[in-house]
C-alpha cells in the first residue's frame, strides 16, 4: 500500500522501476536476487536503533548490494598508516576495529513491521580495496547485506569510529545509486548520533518516501540545536544571533561597539557562536581566540583549496606590508610625488637592503601588478570622462540615481542637520546642459546624482574628530550626454552645522582656471571617498554579504537535504558563512581593516544599521533596482521588461542578460515541483524557511508591508531568482573589480586626510603655492596604501576551487527528471552565450563606456574566469 501511495505521488509506473533511477546500463534492482544466499544459521545481527526505525527482522535469505565509499583524507600521512600497519599486525587489529561503519536504509518499510529496513553494518576496511583517485581522495569497496525484498535505498547511516574526523564525499551503490555527501563525520566519540545522508534525488515533503520520513524530520532537528552552548568547530549547528562580537570592551571603552540589531540599531542577524561575554560589558560577546576559534558550522567551512588560496593572499599581504612598513618608518609616510604611489607597483625589492635568501623566497610578494586603470591610462588624478564611465562600469555602478528634482531634498530631522535643501541652484549648473534649462533636463531625463548626503552626515563630527579623517556628506551631479556617457557638472560638500551664521554646504563646479581645477580634483576625491565607503559597507557587505546570512541560515535549518528548492540554493551558499565570519574578525570589526583604512573609522557598522533601515528586499532584484533608482521604466515591449534610460550602461545591460537567464531557470524549476499553488502552501519545509528568514532573520523588519508573499508558484519564483542574482552576478559585480578599479589610490581613495581650502582657511596660502603637494598631503599614507592593496588584491582573488554560475558539475540528482536536467543545460549555455555577447559589447567602439582608447573594457560579469585576480567571472556565491 506504501508503495502503491508513492507511484501515484510520483505519477510514475513503478517508484522502484529501473528507469526512474538506473541508467540503461546498469543492472535493475531485481538483479540482486541473482546473488541471493542462502543463510544456514538465523542471523541475530544488531543494526541499529535510531528513534522509530528498528533493524530488519531475521530472514533466511538476503542479498549482498556493491558499494563505493568515497572519502577525503590527507594521503600522505593514511599511507604512512598503512606502511606501519602491514609491519604491524596488531596495529591492522586495531585499525579495523576504528573505521566507519555505514547501512543503508530503504526507502520502504516491511510490511511485516511498519519500520524502515535497514541492512547490517557494513564495515571498511582501511587496508583493503584502496583506489586512490586523487591528491585527497580514495575510494573503498564495500559489500552490503540485505534483505531481498529490500527495495531502493533512501538514505546511509554512517558512524565513524576512527579517531579523526573524515569528509565523506560520496556514496555509490551499485555503480547507479548515488549519495554526494560533501560532509565531515565526526568521531562518534564526539558525536555520538549516526549521521544521515540522502540519496541525490529530490522530494517535497508531501512526496517523501515512507521509510525516510522521521530521518528527514531527525535530520532537521539537529541541524538545529537548542540554542544554548559554546559551539564549537565540529558543530553542525545553525542558530541566529544579533551583531555583539564586533567590540574589544575589554581592551578600553575605545574598542566597544554598540550591538547591532533591535530596535535601536536593526540589523540582519548571524550565524550564533554562543561565545562567553566580555568581562567588561555583558551585552557583547568575546572576541574569538586560540582557545575559542571563530565558529561556522563545520560543512560552511572553506576547503583545502579555498584555505590555501586565502592564506597565501594573507601571506603575500603580510609580507608586502612587513617591508612597506620598514620603508615608511625610515623615510616618512608622507606622499611627497606621484612617483612615489606608481613606485609601489614596480619591483621595489631592490630599494630595501635584506637578506638575498628572503629576496629569493619572496621575489612576488613585495610588488603589486598594476591595475587595469593605471596600466591603460597613466594620468595622476581623476578626468572627468572617466569619473562618470565609473558610476555605471565601475566596482560600485550600484548608486547611481536620476535626479528628479532640483534642489534635492535631505530626509534627515532639520532641527538637528540643518535645512533639508541642497545648496545647489541652477546657476551652477545651467552652462553644462546642452542649452536646456534645469527643469527641461530633468523632464528629457538628463540629470543624474550620486547622493552621499544623508548617509555620510550624521556621522560627520564622529569622523572629522579623527586626526587623519576628513570627509564631506557630498552629492555629485552628472549631465548624460549625446555620447551616452555622463558629464559631472556641479559638486555639493556639507558639514554638520557649527552655527547658524556659518554656512555648512558648499558647491564646487568644473574649474575655470588652475585654483579651481585644483580644488575640483580634491572635490572629486573627497566624493569617491564616499563612494568607496558606501561601497565597500552598503552595498558591497550590507546588500549582500550581511542580508544574505539569514536566508541561509534559515535554508539548513528548515530545508531538509532532499528538498528541490534546498538542491537548487545549494550551490549559492557555499562558503558565505564562512567569508562572513572572518569578515567579523578582521575585518568590519573594532580597529579592524575597514576602520583603519576607510573614512568612516569607528562609526563604520553604524553607518550600514542606518542603511539597513532603508533595504527593501523586494526592490533587490535587478528590475526593481533599476527602476527605484530611476535609470529604468517599465515596458513589456522590451526584451527584460524594462526600459534602460541610460543605454550604455555596462552593468545594467549585462547584468539583464545573467537576471533573465537565471529567472528563465528558476521558471522551470518551480514550476516542475509547484504545478500548483496547492503545493506551495502544502510544504511546511519551505513555508517555514522564508518566515524564518523574515521574522527571525531580518526580525528588525519583520513588520513591514513590502515583503513579498510567498502563495503561489509564481510568488516563488521572484524570490528564488532575488536570491541567486544577489548571491552571484550582484556580488561579483561589486567585488571582483575592487583591485583593479580601488587600487590606484590618487583615482579612488578610501579616505582623505585634508578638506578643500577656500580663500579663509588657513592652508589656503600654501594650497596655492603648492596645490599638487595640498593634494598628495591630503591622500592616505603610503603604508596605508599597501596594505589597502594587499586586502583589495586578496578580495578579488578567485581561488582554483571557484564554481561558477552555469558551472553544474554535477546534475545526477535529477537524472529520472529530464525536464530539470535540460533546464540546466540551458542555462549553462546560456552562460557561454552571455560571455561572447559581453565580449562583442566590450569592442564595440559606439559604447564609449566600455570601449575606446585607455578604457577597460566591463567584464565583471563574464561567468567564468581563470584563477586569480581577474576582474571578472561570476562565482555561483558570496565566497570571498
Given at each position: 500500500?506504501?508503495?502503491?501511495?508513492?507511484?501515484?505521488?510520483?505519477?510514475?509506473?513503478?517508484?522502484?522501476?529501473?528507469?526512474?533511477?538506473?541508467?540503461?546500463?546498469?543492472?535493475?534492482?531485481?538483479?540482486?536476487?541473482?546473488?541471493?544466499?542462502?543463510?544456514?544459521?538465523?542471523?541475530?545481527?544488531?543494526?541499529?536503533?535510531?528513534?522509530?526505525?528498528?533493524?530488519?527482522?531475521?530472514?533466511?535469505?538476503?542479498?549482498?548490494?556493491?558499494?563505493?565509499?568515497?572519502?577525503?583524507?590527507?594521503?600522505?600521512?593514511?599511507?604512512?598508516?598503512?606502511?606501519?600497519?602491514?609491519?604491524?599486525?596488531?596495529?591492522?587489529?586495531?585499525?579495523?576495529?576504528?573505521?566507519?561503519?555505514?547501512?543503508?536504509?530503504?526507502?520502504?518499510?516491511?510490511?511485516?513491521?511498519?519500520?524502515?529496513?535497514?541492512?547490517?553494518?557494513?564495515?571498511?576496511?582501511?587496508?583493503?580495496?584502496?583506489i586512490i583517485t586523487g591528491d585527497k581522495f580514495i575510494t573503498h569497496n564495500v559489500q552490503f547485506l540485505v534483505d531481498t525484498n529490500f527495495g531502493e535505498p533512501g538514505a546511509i547511516l554512517v558512524t565513524n569510529k576512527d579517531q579523526k574526523e573524515l569528509f565523506l564525499k560520496s556514496v555509490t551503490i551499485e555503480h547507479s545509486l548515488r549519495f554526494d555527501c560533501e560532509s565531515w563525520v565526526q568521531p562518534d566519540k564526539l558525536l555520538s548520533e549516526k549521521r544521515i545522508f540522502f540519496c541525490n534525488k529530490a522530494f517535497l515533503p508531501s512526496e517523501t518516501p515512507v521509510g525516510l520520513k522521521e530521518l528527514r524530520k531527525r535530520e532537521?532537528?539537529?541541524?538545529?540545536?537548542?540554542?544554548?552552548g559554546v559551539r564549537v568547530s565540529s558543530d553542525r549547528i545553525y542558530d541566529y544571533d544579533v551583531y555583539n562580537d564586533l567590540g574589544h570592551p575589554d581592551k578600553g571603552t575605545k574598542f566597544a561597539r554598540p550591538v547591532l540589531g533591535g530596535e535601536r540599531r536593526p540589523y540582519p542577524r548571524r550565524c550564533r557562536t554562543?561565545?562567553?561575554?566580555?568581562?567588561?560589558?555583558?551585552?557583547?560577546?568575546?572576541?574569538?581566540?586560540?582557545?575559542?576559534?571563530?565558529?561556522?558550522?563545520?560543512?560552511?567551512?572553506?576547503?583545502?583549496?579555498?584555505?590555501?588560496?586565502?592564506?597565501?593572499?594573507?601571506?603575500?599581504?603580510?609580507?608586502?606590508?612587513?617591508?612597506?612598513?620598514?620603508?615608511?618608518?625610515?623615510?616618512?609616510?608622507?606622499?611627497?610625488?606621484?612617483?612615489?604611489?606608481?613606485?609601489?607597483?614596480?619591483?621595489?625589492?631592490?630599494?630595501?637592503?635584506?637578506?638575498?635568501?628572503?629576496?629569493?623566497s619572496t621575489a612576488d610578494a613585495f610588488k603589486f601588478d598594476p591595475p587595469n586603470i593605471v596600466s591603460r591610462d597613466a594620468s595622476c588624478c581623476l578626468r572627468d570622462d572617466?569619473?562618470?564611465?565609473?558610476?555605471?562600469?565601475?566596482?560600485?555602478?550600484?548608486?547611481?540615481?536620476?535626479?528628479?528634482?532640483?534642489?534635492?531634498?535631505?530626509?534627515?530631522?532639520?532641527?538637528?542637520?540643518?535645512?533639508?535643501?541642497?545648496?545647489?541652484?541652477?546657476?551652477?549648473?545651467?552652462?553644462?546642459?546642452?542649452?536646456?534649462?534645469?527643469?527641461?533636463?530633468?523632464?528629457?531625463?538628463?540629470?543624474?546624482?550620486?547622493?552621499?548626503?544623508?548617509?555620510?552626515?550624521?556621522?560627520?563630527?564622529?569622523?572629522?574628530?579623527?586626526?587623519?579623517?576628513?570627509?564631506?556628506?557630498?552629492?555629485?551631479?552628472?549631465?548624460?550626454?549625446?555620447?551616452?556617457?555622463?558629464?559631472?557638472?556641479?559638486?555639493?560638500?556639507?558639514?554638520?552645522?557649527?552655527?547658524?551664521?556659518?554656512?555648512?554646504?558648499?558647491?564646487?563646479?568644473?574649474?575655470?582656471?588652475?585654483?579651481?581645477?585644483?580644488?575640483?580634483?580634491?572635490?572629486?576625491?573627497?566624493?569617491?571617498?564616499?563612494?568607496?565607503?558606501?561601497?565597500?559597507?552598503?552595498?558591497?557587505?550590507?546588500?549582500?554579504?550581511?542580508?544574505?546570512?539569514?536566508?541561509?541560515?534559515?535554508?539548513?535549518?528548515?530545508?531538509?537535504?532532499?528538498?528541490?528548492?534546498?538542491?537548487?540554493?545549494?550551490?549559492?551558499?557555499r562558503y558565505t558563512l564562512d567569508i562572513n565570519a572572518r569578515a567579523r574578525e578582521l575585518l568590519i570589526s573594532a580597529d579592524g581593516i575597514i576602520e583603519s583604512l576607510f573614512s568612516t573609522k569607528e562609526s563604520s557598522m553604524e553607518i550600514t544599521s542606518f542603511a539597513y533601515g532603508n533595504w527593501r528586499f523586494d526592490m533587490e532584484s535587478l528590475p526593481a533596482d533599476l527602476i527605484r533608482r530611476g535609470i529604468a521604466e517599465p515596458d513589456p515591449t522590451e526584451p527584460h521588461g524594462i526600459k534602460l534610460l541610460i543605454q550604455d550602461y555596462p552593468y545594467a545591460n549585462d547584468g539583464l542578460l545573467i537576471w533573465s537567464a537565471i529567472e528563465r531557470l528558476v521558471k522551470d524549476y518551480v514550476n516542475f515541483y509547484y504545478p500548483d499553488l496547492i503545493h506551495i502552501r502544502s510544504d511546511p519545509e519551505l513555508n517555514a524557511w522564508y518566515y524564518e528568514s523574515i521574522n527571525v532573520g531580518h526580525a528588525d523588519l519583520r513588520h513591514e508591508t513590502w515583503w513579498p508573499k510567498l502563495l503561489t508558484p509564481e510568488d516563488l519564483v521572484p524570490i528564488l531568482t532575488t536570491l541567486i542574482w544577489i548571491s552571484s552576478a550582484q556580488h561579483a559585480a561589486l567585488n571582483f573589480g575592487q583591485y583593479h578599479y580601488g587600487a590606484y589610490i590618487p583615482v579612488r581613495p578610501p579616505y582623505m586626510r585634508r578638506l578643500v581650502p577656500n580663500e579663509e582657511d588657513p592652508d589656503y596660502p600654501s594650497f596655492v603655492s603648492d596645490p599638487e603637494g595640498y593634494f598628495l598631503s591630503s591622500l592616505p599614507s603610503l603604508k596605508d596604501m599597501t596594505v589597502l592593496m594587499s586586502v583589495l588584491d586578496i578580495l578579488s582573488t578567485h581561488s582554483a576551487d571557484e564554481e561558477y554560475l552555469g558551472d553544474r558539475k554535477d546534475l545526477s540528482t535529477w537524472k529520472g527528471n529530464p525536464e530539470i536536467t535540460e533546464a540546466f543545460n540551458r542555462f549553462s549555455m546560456e552562460m557561454k552565450k552571455i560571455k561572447k555577447e559581453i565580449e562583442i559589447r566590450n569592442s564595440d567602439p559606439k559604447l564609449r563606456n566600455r570601449c575606446g582608447a585607455g578604457v577597460s573594457p566591463y567584464q565583471l560579469l563574464v561567468p567564468s574566469s581563470e584563477p586569480g585576480v581577474s576582474c571578472r567571472g561570476v562565482p555561483n556565491s558570496i565566497s570571498i
Open positions: 500500500m506504501a508503495a502503491t501511495k508513492i507511484n501515484e505521488i510520483l505519477g510514475s509506473k513503478s517508484f522502484f522501476s529501473d528507469t526512474h533511477f538506473l541508467s540503461h546500463s546498469t543492472p535493475s534492482w531485481k538483479s540482486w536476487e541473482r546473488r541471493a544466499v542462502q543463510v544456514r544459521k538465523p542471523m541475530v545481527t544488531k543494526l541499529m536503533d535510531l528513534d522509530s526505525v528498528r533493524s530488519i527482522p531475521k530472514t533466511p535469505t538476503q542479498s549482498t548490494l556493491s558499494g563505493q565509499v568515497t572519502v577525503g583524507y590527507d594521503v600522505k600521512e593514511k599511507m604512512k598508516e598503512l606502511m606501519v600497519q602491514w609491519w604491524d599486525s596488531s596495529k591492522a587489529a586495531i585499525d579495523a576495529r576504528r573505521g566507519v561503519s555505514l547501512q543503508l536504509v530503504s526507502s520502504d518499510v516491511d510490511p511485516r513491521t511498519g519500520k524502515p529496513m535497514v541492512s547490517k553494518e557494513a564495515v571498511i576496511e582501511w587496508s583493503r580495496d584502496l532537521l532537528r539537529e541541524l538545529r540545536g537548542n540554542g544554548d554562543g561565545r562567553p561575554s566580555t568581562n567588561s560589558d555583558p551585552k557583547s560577546e568575546a572576541p574569538a581566540d586560540e582557545s575559542m576559534p571563530m565558529y561556522v558550522p563545520r560543512d560552511e567551512a572553506f576547503g583545502d583549496v579555498k584555505r590555501q588560496t586565502v592564506d597565501a593572499g594573507s601571506w603575500k599581504a603580510m609580507v608586502n606590508n612587513f617591508f612597506s612598513f620598514l620603508k615608511h618608518s625610515t623615510e616618512g609616510e608622507a606622499v611627497s610625488s606621484f612617483a612615489d604611489i606608481n613606485n609601489l607597483y614596480k619591483q621595489c625589492r631592490n630599494h630595501w637592503h635584506i637578506n638575498k635568501m628572503i629576496k629569493d572617466e569619473f562618470g564611465r565609473l558610476t555605471l562600469a565601475g566596482m560600485n555602478p550600484v548608486s547611481i540615481e536620476r535626479l528628479e528634482a532640483f534642489p534635492p531634498v535631505s530626509k534627515l530631522e532639520t532641527s538637528v542637520y540643518g535645512p533639508q535643501e541642497s545648496a545647489f541652484r541652477e546657476e551652477h549648473i545651467i552652462s553644462q546642459l546642452d542649452g536646456m534649462s534645469v527643469q527641461q533636463a530633468i523632464e528629457n531625463k538628463k540629470l543624474f546624482i550620486l547622493d552621499y548626503h544623508d548617509v555620510y552626515l550624521p556621522f560627520l563630527n564622529i569622523i572629522n574628530a579623527n586626526s587623519d579623517r576628513k570627509a564631506y556628506a557630498t552629492r555629485t551631479i552628472f549631465f548624460l550626454t549625446k555620447l551616452e556617457t555622463l558629464k559631472p557638472i556641479a559638486i555639493e560638500l556639507s558639514l554638520p552645522p557649527m552655527n547658524p551664521y556659518t554656512p555648512t554646504k558648499r558647491v564646487i563646479t568644473p574649474p575655470v582656471d588652475a585654483t579651481t581645477c585644483w580644488q575640483w580634483q580634491l572635490a572629486k576625491a573627497h566624493v569617491c571617498s564616499n563612494d568607496s565607503g558606501a561601497h565597500e559597507l552598503i552595498q558591497h557587505w550590507l546588500r549582500t554579504h550581511a542580508c544574505m546570512e539569514p536566508f541561509i541560515i534559515a535554508a539548513r535549518r528548515n530545508l531538509s537535504a532532499m528538498h528541490p528548492i534546498h538542491k537548487l540554493l545549494h550551490p549559492h551558499m
